[in-house]
Nanobody, 118 residues
Framework: QVQLVESGGGLVQPGGSLRLSCAASGSIFSISTVNWYRQAPGNQRELVAT???????NYADSVKGRFTISRDNAKNTVYLQMNSLKPEDTAGYYC????????????WGQGTQVTVSS
């Protein structure tokens, strides 16, 4: 069983920065793809950023050039650096870990709230 714990959310002014962290337990972290999703009230969950086991990255168009996803396999942790934050970035941010080992697996964290407001 894998547990994901997100941290780093909070209230920030427009134009500010936050760094989210997602710490994973277990031994499968380094072979897994990790995604950050977000969901605002009344909206569907949106894929924000992805980092593969080989550290390839991908971003939603809405965050390209502002957000950076990275991973530290020695710490079983993925980071989402968010710069130039906008009010429309306000959402709950969720870490998702998935992969394949003797079958497909997928785990979710509990989420961390990001609020961008003046």
């Amino acid at each position: 069983q894998v547990q994901l714990v997100e941290s780093g959310g909070g209230l920030v002014q427009p134009g500010g920065s936050l760094r989210l962290s997602c710490a994973a337990s277990g031994s499968i972290f380094s072979i897994s793809t990790v995604n950050w999703y977000r969901q605002a009230p009344g909206n569907q969950r949106e894929l924000v950023a992805t980092v593969t086991s080989g550290s390839s990255t991908n971003y939603a168009d809405s965050v390209k050039g502002r957000f950076t996803i990275s991973r530290d396999n020695a710490k079983n942790t993925v980071y989402l650096q968010m710069n130039s934050l906008k009010p429309e970035d306000t959402a709950g941010y969720y870490c998702n870990l998935r992969g394949w080992r003797s079958g497909k697996y997928e785990y979710w964290g509990q989420g961390t709230q990001v609020t961008v407001s003046s």
